[in-house]
Nanobody, 123 residues
Framework: QVQLVESGGGLVQAGGSLRLSCTAS????????MGWFRQAPGKEREFVAT????????LYSDSVKGRFTISRDNAKNTVYLQMNSLKPEDTAAYYC????????????????WGQGTQVTVSS
């Protein structure tokens, strides 16, 4: 079993930055593909970004491309989401996800989930 724990959420003004972290434990997860999703109240969970286990391949949703950066440190079993130029519409609970074999680029492709961390962007 894999456990994912997110941290780094909080309240920030529009235009500000936050960095989310997701630390994995339970198995050797350095060869797991990782991803970030978000879910706003009343909306479906949506894809934000994903990164291959080597770190050489990344994908982003159009809504965050150019503002968010996903990265990973396999020695620390941690994946990061650097969020810059935040907008009120980025307000959501952000979830970390993992899968051994595929890039978790949709919720259906995520095998393991964290509990989420709240990001609130004020205007």
């Amino acid at each position: 079993q894999v456990q994912l724990v997110e941290s780094g959420g909080g309240l920030v003004q529009a235009g500000g930055s936050l960095r989310l972290s997701c630390t994995a434990s339970g198995r050797t997860t350095s060869n797991y593909n990782m991803g970030w999703f978000r879910q706003a109240p009343g909306k479906e969970r949506e894809f934000v970004a994903t990164i291959s286990w080597t770190g050489t391949r990344t994908l982003y949703s159009d809504s965050v491309k150019g503002r968010f950066t996903i990265s990973r440190d396999n020695a620390k079993n941690t994946v990061y989401l650097q969020m810059n130029s935040l907008k009120p519409e980025d307000t959501a609970a952000y979830y970390c996800a993992a899968h051994e074999n595929v890039l978790p680029a949709t919720p259906r492709l995520a095998k393991y989930w964290g509990q989420g961390t709240q990001v609130t962007v004020s205007s």
